[in-house]
């Protein structure tokens, strides 16, 4: 069974910036979409940005040009850097393969 872990949510101040990192196990990492999606208290999940074996990414538009995916093969990991947080980036934020196994999540949030 696949397994992704998640790591490197927490409190953070507005303008502040955080890296998720996502490890995986039992899957061929190299030639996986990762992805990473959030939800918020009352909201649906949504994709922030994905990443293909090849490195093509894509990214939710409120996202572009603050967030920054990211995967290194050699350690099964896929990152995501965040900048300029928001308080609106507030969420769990969940690592996906595949489009179909999901991590547990990690929580973010941005707060004064």
């Known amino acids: 069974q696949v397994q992704l872990g998640e790591s490197g949510g927490g409190l953070v101040q507005p303008g502040g910036s955080l890296r998720l990192s996502c490890a995986a196990s039992?899957?061929?990492?190299?030639?996986?979409?990762m992805g990473w999606y959030r939800q918020a208290p009352g909201k649906q999940r949504e994709l922030v940005a994905s990443i293909t074996w090849d490195n093509s990414t894509n990214y939710a538009d409120s996202m572009k040009g603050r967030f920054t995916i990211s995967r290194d093969n050699a350690k099964n990991t896929v990152y995501l850097q965040m900048n300029s947080l928001k308080p609106e980036d507030t969420a769990v934020y969940y690592c996906n393969a595949n489009s179909r196994h999901w991590g547990q999540g990690t929580q973010v949030t941005v707060s004064s």
């Open positions: 039992r899957i061929i990492f190299s030639i996986a979409t």
